[in-house]
């Protein structure tokens, strides 16, 4: 019996096992890139509903005699035992001028707690058009036990805003963070927790 | 030097045509192709009966409203490893199984490419789903997500995650090394003469899947170590606190998940127009077409998956472009389940078991395919979405597709595997029952997700107990007809006087009916000589 011809040992196998491997390797590699590439996305489209921008100036806006109305949201995550909700539930404002949505948090438990709140814009592709100036969200919140706080949110509706796009929700959902909490309890001085965060955590 | 080498290996292989002795070496340290199909085989059988066993609790449970068998997070841990093991333990085990044995035997081959590869990619299996079941009996329980492992849920589980996700890796990287194997045997060893069009329709079917297997397990093995991380490490890939988000993990996740249901179902086309032709006697119809429709299917799926979460919020625009990619698909498969009623059409049919099966995968594949471009209707997927209605469909597709179609193949090819005849009798029952119970089993179940049943809940309201009890009557009688199929393979493979010959069936055309049943323990060490009688598909058949 004779080796078959056909089969010349193991180097025909050699170069194509070889691609292979490396095309199972490359897509573990697509998968993780798929992380960063979704953000770009969401970024360049505002898909996510977290395309918000933020400025630290307004300047003079663009006017539009066109009114949208905004519906505020307030969510807290079942780890923060906190109260959580927006002072007015939706409001109508007009495009192209500065608003304010007031918020209200409170720490009903004794001890003191540090939370951050995630906002999202739904529909999604209007969080484009929405521009913050101040927000809670930007820092961690450090609530004393008992302690109620009202927390602003200075924002814009750009006045190109799509005609398709009838009405708007701000949503918040606040979680809590452990790691500062140790730090707000060993510290007296709260602001030292006050981390300064960017609008969008990265 | 090759020829040095061949020849000393020619020598060696002269003394080594008998299997080798003892227990570990014939099976733990096994090479051959045959064996480690066999062992897949088992290890799919254990696994579709333990993966079945914790159906039956899921039905028994359904049985009546209320809960009266299990608490709710057991039932979970349920619905979640019943679907874990019966994809990755019973149906693609089943098919490399499948792939071992006939692949080399269907092209002319000696062997797999790469024989110790084969034999680690197998023995790997068997821990992993010890790893996984074990999680079972640790103190947070196995994993009660559900098969998607949707965070931020499924981040909630306790310490038992990361058995789950390790297992996980280790099937991926047993399907991988599965997959580059029957590449490197399909494309470097057919014997001289089997051109890629010459190939029967499983090898083609095999090929595109052991791609789609390469492209997408890894994406998933990445997908769970981000879920691992974020679970012990505290990174945020899919944790909205720390600015990451959840609806990214069902994005990568069903990149991997939709060519997966391909992986499923593929093989089964190929079985199926392997067996059709051959009790029809006539060759395929539209043979072209089939390798054709089966490249289509497996493009078009890697750009439909975010049809399984219409409901995420997705842009309007999205949502059509994923709709009508998803209706596309219905086109090559329609070419297929249509070249299929062709190749029947005016055949000398018989109805042996097998074609039994295959003819029951065409019919009830098909409903499965139409409630499939139900659901594909993004507006309509709204009120689908995690009901009955989604249950009744990809179980229409797995198990009267992929698990017929095995069960098809097996009858198929059990006389060649062992030499003897089954009982065709106990067979014919067996394809019956099963056939009968299956459509109690599921098609109910359309009813109750159009009414609203969601899925994944122990409990329901009462209006959806009459066809929950129906549901769960077919549930018992189908699992109970599967032990006639465990006692006619035990049969076969033990009792079986009835000696099988070499061309098992008197139409069918192939390479592995040329060997004798059962084929030697090492076949085809002399390339086969291919002219138009010994292969299905020969030029001017199309």
């Known amino acids: 019996m004779n080796q078959p011809e056909h089969i010349e040992g193991r180097n025909i196998h050699r170069k194509l096992v070889r691609k292979l491997v490396l095309l199972a390797v490359a897509m573990f590699g697509f998968g993780f890139a798929l992380w960063p590439l979704y953000n770009v996305f969401c970024d360049l489209t505002g898909l996510g509903g977290r395309g918000v921008q933020v400025v630290e100036n307004a300047g003079v806006l663009e006017q539009s005699a066109r009114q949208i109305k905004i519906r505020f949201d307030a969510n807290v995550n079942s780890s923060l035992p906190w109260e959580f909700e927006a002072k007015e539930k939706a409001a109508m404002v007009p495009l192209g001028e500065m608003n304010e949505a007031l918020y209200v948090a409170m720490n009903p438990t004794d001890t003191v707690m540090v939370g951050q709140a995630i906002y999202n814009v739904t529909p999604p592709e209007a969080s484009l058009y929405f521009v913050k100036t101040e927000c809670f969200c930007f820092t961690l919140q450090v609530l004393q036990a008992k302690e109620s706080r009202e927390m602003p949110v200075y924002y814009f509706i750009q006045a190109d805003l799509p005609e398709y796009i009838k009405e708007i929700t701000l949503s918040y959902t606040f979680f809590r963070n452990t790691s500062a909490d140790a730090v707000a309890l060993s510290d007296d001085e709260t602001s030292s927790a006050r981390t300064v965060l960017k609008d969008r955590p990265k | ?542």
């Open chain 2, 1 to 542: 030097m090759s020829n040095e080498n061949t020849h000393k290996h020619a020598h060696a292989h002269d003394h080594h045509d008998d299997k080798p002795t003892g227990f570990l070496n014939r099976w733990l340290f096994t090479t051959n192709h045959k064996d480690i199909g066999t062992l897949y085989l088992i290890l799919a059988l254990v696994m579709f009966f333990v993966g079945g066993a914790m159906a039956m609790i899921i039905r028994a449970e359904l049985f009546m409203p209320g809960l009266q068998l299990v608490e709710p997070d057991f039932f979970n841990q349920m619905t979640t490893m019943h679907a874990l093991i019966m994809v990755f333990g019973a149906v693609m085990p089943a098919w490399v199984g499948f792939a071992n044995w006939m692949i080399p035997m269907m092209i002319g081959a000696p062997d797999m490419a790469l024989p110790r590869l084969n034999n680690w990619s197998f023995w790997i299996l068997p821990f992993a789903f010890t790893m996984l079941a074990s999680t079972l009996f640790m103190d947070s329980g196995g994993p009660a997500a559900g098969w998607t492992l949707y965070p931020p849920l499924s981040l909630q589980g306790g310490q038992s995650f990361a058995f789950v996700v390790f297992s996980i890796h280790m099937m991926g990287i047993s399907s991988i090394m599965g997959a580059i194997n029957v590449i490197a045997t399909i494309l470097n060893m057919r014997a001289p003469g089997m051109g890629l069009l010459r190939m029967p329709l499983f090898v083609w079917t095999w090929l595109i899947t052991a791609f789609l297997l390469i492209a997408v397990m890894p994406v998933l093995a990445g997908a769970v170590t981000m879920l691992l991380t974020d679970h012990f490490f505290a990174t945020s890939f899919f944790n909205a606190a720390g600015g990451g988000d959840p609806v990214m993990f069902q994005h990568i996740f069903w990149f991997f998940g939709h060519p997966e249901v391909y992986i499923l179902i593929l093989p089964a086309f190929g079985v199926v127009s392997e067996i059709i032709p051959t009790f029809a006697r006539k060759p395929l119809f539209g043979y072209s077409a089939m390798v054709y429709a089966t490249a289509s299917i497996a493009f078009l799926s890697f750009i439909v998956w975010a049809h399984h979460m219409f409901t995420v919020g997705m842009p309007l625009t999205g949502e059509l472009f994923f709709m009508y990619a998803t209706m596309l698909i219905a086109i090559p498969t329609g070419v297929k389940v249509f070249n299929w009623v062709s190749t029947m059409w005016k055949g000398s049919m018989t109805f042996e078991t097998p074609m039994l099966f295959a003819i029951g995968f065409v019919v009830l594949f098909t409903i499965g395919g139409l409630s499939g471009l139900m659901l594909a209707i993004a507006s309509v997927d709204l009120q689908y979405h995690d009901t009955y209605f989604v249950v009744a469909h990809f179980h229409y597709v797995l198990v009267p597709g992929s698990v017929f179609a095995l069960m098809a193949g097996t009858y198929y090819w059990l006389p060649k595997w062992t030499g003897h005849m089954y009982s065709e009798k106990w067979g014919k029952i067996h394809f019956w029952l099963s056939a009968i119970s299956v459509n109690i089993l599921f098609f109910p179940q359309h009813y109750l997700g159009l009414a609203g049943m969601p899925r994944r809940i122990p409990d329901y309201s009462t209006q959806f107990a009459d066809f929950n009890m129906i549901s769960s009557i077919g549930g018992f009688i189908f699992g109970a007809s599967q032990l006639i199929f465990l006692g006619v393979i035990i049969h076969c493979v033990y009792k079986s006087r009835v000696k099988a010959p070499g061309r098992v069936w008197e139409g069918a055309k192939g390479l592995e009916w040329t060997l004798s049943s059962p084929p030697p323990y090492h076949s085809f060490n002399t390339p086969p000589v291919i002219d138009s009688t010994t292969v299905a598909h020969a030029e001017g058949t199309h």
